[in-house]
Each structure stands twice: as C-alpha cells, then as structure tokens.
C-alpha cells in the first residue's frame, strides 16, 4: 500500500489495526472489498493469503456506492488449483517475531480443487509491553462445473489479540513529550481481543468470450472485547496544558454480522460503426450490529464511567499506578441493523480509435430503523429517539461520465466526473439521524506509455468536494465532552484537490522501478458560524508524500536467482489534533509534525525456484516520527527493524 501513490499511512484510535488514507479521506470499512465484497478491517488484514492487493482512485472507486472519496482497495485472495503443491514458510524478525504459514493446493477430483492456507503470528513491539498473537486459517473449494461455468467458495477465520496503545499523548500546548520512542502509557492489562469469520461463494458464467456473468453471496461476523485506559493528554487549566493526564477507562464489546450479495454481467456489442462496453450490476448488504453497555459494579446504581488516578506523562514512575482490572458487568446492548441496495449500470462507448466516452448512473436505497437498546436492569426496551419516530430511508441517483481522446496509440487525455451518495450512521447531538452526504469527484489526467512500453508517466488532477463531511461530534448538547463515536455532527462542506505523478518502468529486463509524487489540499470550504475555520486543512490530511522503489535482479550467471530492493518514503509535515474553531475556543491545541523519509532495503535469493530466502531492512537510518489519529492516538512509527522468511515451495505436475 505504501507503494501506492497518494496513498498515506495513519493512524487509528488505539492503533489496533492499520489505516490509510487517499487523497486526504480515510479508507475506512467501506472502501475495503475482499474479492468485491465489502469486509471489515477490525483485527487488521491479514495479508499471508493475498495474491494481489488493487487500488482504484477517480470515478471507478464510485462504483459500488456508499465509499468515501479516496480510493476502493480490493483485496484478492489465493485460489485453488488443479495440480499439487504448495509453500511452507517461517518469517522471523525484531522483537520476537514469530510466523509460520502452511499453503497446500491439489485437487480433490478432476472438477474439484481445494486450497487450505494457515498462518500463526507472535511478536512483542518496540512499544514496551504490546504484544501481538494471531491465528489465521483460508480454506477454499474450486468446482469447475462446466467449460463455461465455475463456482469457488471461501472461507477465511481470524483471531487477533492485539494490546491497544494510544501512544505516549501530548503535553503542553499540543506538544509531543521526549520519553522515548517505547514509552507505554496505557495500564499493563489493556486488551483488544478481535474474531472476524467470512464465507463466499463466487460463481462465474461464461455465455462467450463477450458476455459474462458473476454473482456473489458473502457472509461476515466480527467480534471485539475491549479494555484499557483512554489517550493520555495533558490536562488544560486556564489555557495552560500540563504534563499531568486522566486515565479514563473505556470497556466495550460489540459484535457485528453482515451479508452482501451481487450480481454483475458485463460484455459488449455494435450499433453500426460505434462499440459498446457495458456493465451492468445490482448489489445489496445488510449489518446486525450488537454493541454492549457495560457498569462498574453489580448494583443497579453502579457508575458506567470509572478512571484510574491521575499520572505524570513525563514521570515513568507513575505509569504503573493504575490497579489490578476492574470488575465489570453488561447492563445493555444495542441493537442496530441497516439495509443496502443499489442498481447501476454504465457503458464505455468507442466512437473512433480517438474518442471514447464513458457513461453510468447508480441508484442507492438505505434504510435504518431505529436502534433498539434493551436494559437487563430494568427489562425494558426501549427505542432510539431519532426525531423523526421511523426507520431512516435515504435514497438518490448517481452518475458519472469520461471523456477519453487517444490522439497517438501511446498517449491518452482524459476527464472524468462521478457523484456518490453516501448514507451517514448515528445521530446527531439531539437524538435525530444523520442525513446522507453527496461526493461529487471531478479528474482530468494524461497517460503515457513511452520507449515501447518500457516506461509509463501518468499525471492526473483531482478535485472531490463533499457537501456535508461528518465527524464524531466533540461535544454533547449539555457542553460536557462527547466521548460517543455514535454520537456525529456535519463539521461543514469541504473540498479535496491534488495532483498524483506516477512513473513505472522496466528498462531491461533486469530492472525493475516505481515512483510517484502526491501533493493534497484537503480542507474546509464551508462551515456554521460557530464551526471550524474556513480554508484551514483539515487535520490529519498530509499535503506531500512520494515514493521510490526499484528492483535488480540477477537472471544469468552465478548470482542468478539473486535479486536486491531499495524504496524510499517520503511523508510532508501536517497537523493533528484540532482544528481551530472561527469563535477563537480552544477544543485542544494542534500537534505539529515535521516531515519526515524512511529508507528500507531488501534482498531475496531463489535456489531452483523452490528454496528462497528474503530479508528485509526497514527504516535503515531509524528516523523518529509519528502517526497521529486526531487528538486519540499519538504513536512513533517504528525503528529499525529486520526480518527474514525462509520458504520451501513444491509443485507436483
């Protein structure tokens, strides 16, 4: 991903899985699809059964609907295959990394093939006391009904414990302490325990080599226990932020189901001279989400908030003050469900070698009802009051059109706008639902394909504006501090625009390079009276990033088989914490960051296409830097680093 140009790495709240960012906006679950079907990102991806990972940037990221602005990232999976064989490997590395993965294939009959993939993962961290323990399991089923006809079912099981670590927080006026890069903050039994299983079944129709049909049926269930101490900031009293910080508790569990379904033919065809390309699809999902409410204590009046004493970020004696795990009880649950469909359908019309035009619409419908929450204290059950006594139904048309000229066969100009609906959850601070954001996504961009094909310069410029971008709200309707995700406001209208470089070659056959150059301006544009400040970048938007990498390989002689990898990432200076608000209130001072590039190189020897060996150095000059989540997480990227894999692979024609 990092290879990705316009694609920056972030941070979330407790660290406790990975985050992107494109073209300012957040990858969040909805831009994530494994195999196109929308999955989720609680315990981080697990990447050991990846074949490969695909971005789309522009209108195509629109597609399906209800995503961000950004980018979609689907991720593929290994398939089956009709001969035996397979890998079994061992990765070792810094701070105790441990990870076997076993990878079989074969075939069960002449029209079935199965694959079973299993990994297990244990590390500790450069963050004193985090550890990582990780179970994962992809098994699969390829029946080749006919010629024209194969179905393939998916299953994949992980569990993630991973310990939640908010950083080492903030201190004086938004600036980040000197106590050292594994300095950990949050109390010594903090928890993230995460199980996430998904099944699939794709089936794919060939009617010819024109027309094809695909559908798919997923299924997903997530489950998360959480404990541990909030961010660690400094208290402000007066205006002036000490070192001293709460150690607000936080005991959560939720558990989600979802199902997604699609269907999608695509082909083409001729009126007279001109040819169409269509595409033609429906999709549908729902989600049953379950979150519990929990107390300290077994009486009825027992508090539902609970803080440790209060420690001294820059006194590492009084990080170890908190006590033994407090006993907790569920009083609550809350049950939401949500439903999803939409239709499109799009055409790419070819009216001359030159000229092409591409044109689409989707349709999208959501509904939530209202959340119902059920009190074991009380037995009652009650139902959210969203203002409006209904479930909440949105629904609206989306199109998008390109213009694509070809003046020679290795130059293409192109412009391109889409527009997309996207249903927001929660409710705002009086109770009532969110209402839908529209996107509307405007690209003009030249490809080039230069020196025969050995060298590609793509440059492309973007602008996607969002009538109604939502946050978590920072406050609660009495004054006091929001500290309820649900809980969301409209922070105002904002526009991303850019810029992207992207150059790959090959020049010989031996070598091998990418590179690209992002520059984002993410920002507010309108806002309340009492709102953010217009024109101000929106924190956590990073405005310059590149990346470099290049490849040598070796492929006669005595050193064949030897390959070397050098990359480089470069990440602008931006700002965390809190933008500041047109009435001159201080919700929190903004964190700083300097820009900063990380160096990794890589080698890689494979003896008879069967033994290999891959090393890796990260971070090769141990820069120190950070990934900060808004005002939740503030964690120093990390040092240097190096780990091997050693892997044995076999095949039996």
């Known amino acids: 991903m990092k290879n990705?140009?316009?694609?920056?790495?972030?941070?979330?709240?407790?660290?406790?899985?990975?985050?992107?960012?494109?073209?300012?906006?957040?990858?969040?679950?909805?831009?994530?699809?494994?195999?196109?079907a929308r999955t989720s990102l609680g315990g981080s991806i697990e990447a050991s059964t990846l074949e490969s990972v695909e971005v789309m940037k522009g209108s195509a990221a629109l597609l399906y609907g209800g995503v961000t602005g950004g980018a979609v990232v689907n991720l593929v999976t290994k398939k089956p295959k009709f001969y035996w064989g397979g890998e079994v490997s061992m990765r070792a590395g810094s701070y105790n990394l441990?990870?076997?993965?076993?990878?079989?294939?074969?075939?069960?009959?002449?029209?079935?093939?199965f694959r079973v993939i299993a990994t297990k993962e244990n590390a500790d961290s450069y963050r004193d006391v985090v550890t990582t323990d990780r179970f994962y399991i992809n098994p699969s089923l390829l029946f080749d009904i006919s010629k024209k006809t194969e179905l393939l079912l998916q299953g994949d099981y992980l569990k993630s414990n991973y310990t939640p670590d908010f950083g080492i927080g903030t201190v004086f006026g938004g600036q980040i302490p000197d106590i050292g890069r594994g300095a950990f903050l949050n109390t010594s039994w903090a928890y993230n325990h995460t199980k996430t299983s998904s099944a699939q079944a794709n089936l794919t129709h060939r009617f010819n080599n024109v027309w094809k049909l695909n559908v798919i049926g997923a299924y997903q269930s997530y489950f998360r226990n959480y404990f541990g101490a909030e961010r660690p900031q400094g208290a402000t009293t007066n205006g002036v932020t000490s070192s001293i910080s709460a150690r607000a508790l936080t005991r959560s569990r939720n558990q989600e189901y979802t199902y997604n379904q699609q269907i999608n033919l695509t082909g083409s065809a001729n009126t007279g001279f001109i040819k169409h390309t269509f595409l033609v699809g429906a999709d549908a999902d729902q989600s049953r989400t379950t979150s519990y409410g929990f107390k300290y204590g077994d009486a009825v009046n027992s508090p539902t908030a609970f803080s440790y004493p209060t420690f001294n970020i820059l006194d590492p004696a009084t990080y170890a003050t908190s006590g033994d795990i407090p006993y907790t009880r569920i009083y609550q649950n809350t049950f939401t469900p949500i439903y999803r469909m939409g239709a499109f359908v799009q055409d790419l019309i070819e009216l001359s070698n030159k000229f092409k035009v591409l044109a689409g619409i989707r349709y999208t419908w959501q509904k939530q009802p209202r959340a119902s929450t059920y009190n074991e204290d009380t037995d009652a059950t009650t139902l959210a009051n969203n203002g409006i006594g209904k479930a909440k139904v949105d629904k609206a048309f989306s199109p998008k059109v390109g213009l694509i000229y070809q003046p020679i066969p290795t130059t293409s100009v192109y412009a391109s706008y889409a527009n997309n609906f996207t249903s927001n959850t929660g409710v705002d601070v009086g109770g009532s639902p969110l209402g839908p954001s529209v996107i509307d996504q405007y690209e003009l961009g030249v490809k080039n394909d230069l020196l025969n094909g050995k060298l590609s310069v793509n440059v492309s410029a973007y602008r996607i504006i969002n009538n109604r971008f939502t946050q978590t709200a920072q406050f609660l309707a009495n004054g006091t501090p929001n500290s309820d995700t649900n809980i969301k406001e409209f922070s105002g209208k904002t526009s991303s625009d850019g810029v992207e470089v992207d150059i790959t070659g090959r020049p010989t056959s031996n070598i091998y390079f990418l590179a690209g150059y992002a520059y984002n301006f993410f920002r507010y544009t309108s806002t309340l009276p009492n709102g953010i400040t217009e024109g101000e970048r929106i924190v956590g938007s990073i405005p310059h990033t590149a990346n470099g990498t290049v490849f040598y390989t070796f492929n006669r002689g005595n050193l064949q088989g030897l390959k070397f990898g050098f990359s480089g990432f470069f990440t602008g200076a931006r700002n965390s914490g809190f933008n500041t608000l047109k009435t001159g209130a201080s919700r929190g001072a903004p964190v700083h960051l300097d820009s900063y590039t990380t160096l990794d190189i890589s080698a890689g020897y494979t003896f008879k296409r069967k033994l290999s060996l891959l090393a890796k150095v990260s971070n090769i000059t141990n820069e120190l830097n950070y990934l900060v989540h808004e005002n939740y997480s503030v964690n120093p990227i990390p040092p240097r680093m190096v780990s091997a894999t050693l892997s044995y692979r076999f095949q039996v024609r």
């Open 4 to 36: 990705i140009n316009g694609v920056a790495l972030g941070e979330n709240r407790g660290s406790v899985n990975e985050s992107f960012y494109a073209r300012g906006y957040t990858l969040g679950a909805n831009n994530v699809l494994k195999n196109g």
């Open 98 to 113: 441990y990870k076997p993965t076993v990878d079989i294939y074969g075939p069960i009959s002449k029209k079935i093939a």
